[in-house]
């Protein structure tokens, strides 16, 4: 059935902006695979894909066994760094809309403090460039309110996009410094 949606929607065209790593086992097609079946296995994160049966996993994605834990992080992690990752969003996105998968009667906005307690920016104001930004400056980056431990940590915000019914259309990660109305402006550019 999951392979039938990843086939509807197109997954493998839409992943075709990721060249070919030659010498590499894995591809970008199985390591979003393996996050796809993993996340409708029920596995909450990707430390919990070592309680996985690699074997039976690596089926789903055509492989003879899924990537580990270890390897999963390096695929993404080589896929981050081609910076593809907001326009692979928006064609997913696009392509859920076209498909008639999401709702276009209304969509809802929501926003949520995450703290992050990594050693590597995921997210950061525009006056800095994410990969240059220096230990000096990451110290005096604004803190957003955490009410799980009602206080203010270092994190980010994540707004999803869904339709009446919830179903998520896309997910934005942005500073905490950056206000929710510019994010309505970028999220209705990427639905129009």
């Not at 089926?59 to 999963?72: D, F, V």
């Not at 920016?121 to 460039?129: D, Q, R, T």
């Amino acid at each position: 059935m999951h392979h039938l949606f990843l086939q509807e929607i197109g997954f493998l065209e839409l992943l075709s902006c990721y060249p070919y790593q030659s010498g590499s086992r894995y591809q970008a097609l199985d390591a979003l695979g393996t996050i796809f079946h993993s996340i409708n296995l029920g596995f909450p994160s990707i430390e919990s894909l070592k309680l996985a049966n690699a074997g039976d996993l690596g089926l789903l994605i055509g492989q003879p066994r899924a990537p580990e834990k270890e390897t999963l992080r390096g695929l993404l992690g080589r896929l981050a760094s081609q910076e593809k990752s907001p326009q692979l969003i928006e064609d997913v996105a696009r392509n859920l809309l076209e498909k008639d998968r999401i709702d276009k009667e209304a969509f809802f906005i929501d926003g949520h403090f995450l703290p992050y307690y990594g050693l590597h920016v995921i997210a950061c104001p525009v006056k800095f460039n994410c990969l240059q930004l220096t230990a000096q400056q990451d110290l005096h980056r604004a803190k957003g309110y955490y009410t799980v431990r009602r206080m203010p940590l270092k994190g980010n915000e994540i707004y999803a996009v869904t339709d009446l019914q919830g179903r998520p259309l896309f997910f934005l990660t942005e500073s905490c410094e950056i206000d929710f109305r510019p994010m309505i402006a970028r999220s209705a550019e990427m639905l129009i």
